[in-house]
């Protein structure tokens, strides 16, 4: 997936969730940032962040804030980029190979499951997780807690009754990763969720990703310690 616009800042602070304040070319913007989690090992003081211009002079935050710096690690921030990065994996048959239908926002039940695809012989439902949180070279999710996430790991189990197969794809929006964890000291639930599902047959995979400042893409396999 690609950016249109991008420019290159200074992170100042993050006074909520939903803004940043950031310095851009000597003058201080007041950033929309596409992420909710806490993300505090990313946003510090000084960070060199990577900002998506809307082009809308009219939008009260011009500017998207997409990416991090974390020494020498790029960390793309944006928590709908994993979707059309998958999206995109997808068509290039990373799932299946020959591909006939792929449903975004597939309603599953009382949800919306982020993904459906179906060749000539399988069909599957597929859950997409954005992972940022980096700790000594492991990736780790949630970083904040997830009930949402809980309830679709464990409508995926269920749905493997029906003869669907089920997915579950962590995006590590950055590299290199050693491998991935379900951050159990965050939300231990998630972890016990995910862990169930996978003992009834519900596949967990984790990739990483290249990422630059304009753009994300899925790369290699991550290895997944449960």
């Known amino acids: 997936m690609q950016y249109r616009k991008i420019e290159k800042g200074i992170f100042i602070s ?19 940032v596409k992420n909710t989690g806490r993300l505090k090992e990313l946003f510090v003081p000084g960070a060199v962040v990577y900002l998506e211009d809307s082009m809308n002079i009219s939008r009260k935050t011009r500017y998207d804030l997409v990416a991090v710096e974390k020494g ?3 960390v793309n921030v944006d928590s709908q980029a994993p979707n059309p990065a998958v999206k995109e994996w ?12 792929i449903i975004p926002e597939y309603r599953y039940g009382d949800s919306k499951i982020d ?22 070279g492991v990736a780790a999710f949630p970083d904040a807690p997830t009930e949402r996430g809980v309830r679709h790991i464990k409508e ?17 929006q950055f590299k290199p990763v050693k491998y991935f964890i379900p951050n159990d000291d965050t939300h231990p639930a998630f972890g016990q969720a995910l862990r169930e599902a996978s003992d009834a047959g519900v596949k967990v995979l ?3 990703c290249r990422v630059e400042p304009d753009g994300m893409m899925l790369d290699s396999r991550v290895e997944i310690r449960l």
Do not use: Q, W
């Open 72 to 74: 020498s690690m790029l």
């Open 90 to 101: 997808l068509r290039s048959g990373g799932l299946y190979e020959k591909p006939v239908k």
């Open 14 to 32: 993050r006074p909520n969730r939903f803004i940043a304040h950031v310095e851009l070319e000597g003058r201080l913007e007041i950033c929309h």
């Open 156 to 172: 995926l189990a269920g749905a493997l009754k029906e003869g669907y197969e089920a997915y579950v794809i962590f995006v590590i």
């Open 206 to 208: 984790a990739y990483d």
């Open 115 to 136: 993904f459906y695809i179906e060749d000539e012989k399988r069909r599957a439902l597929i859950e997409v997780k954005g992972v940022t949180l980096e700790r000594n």
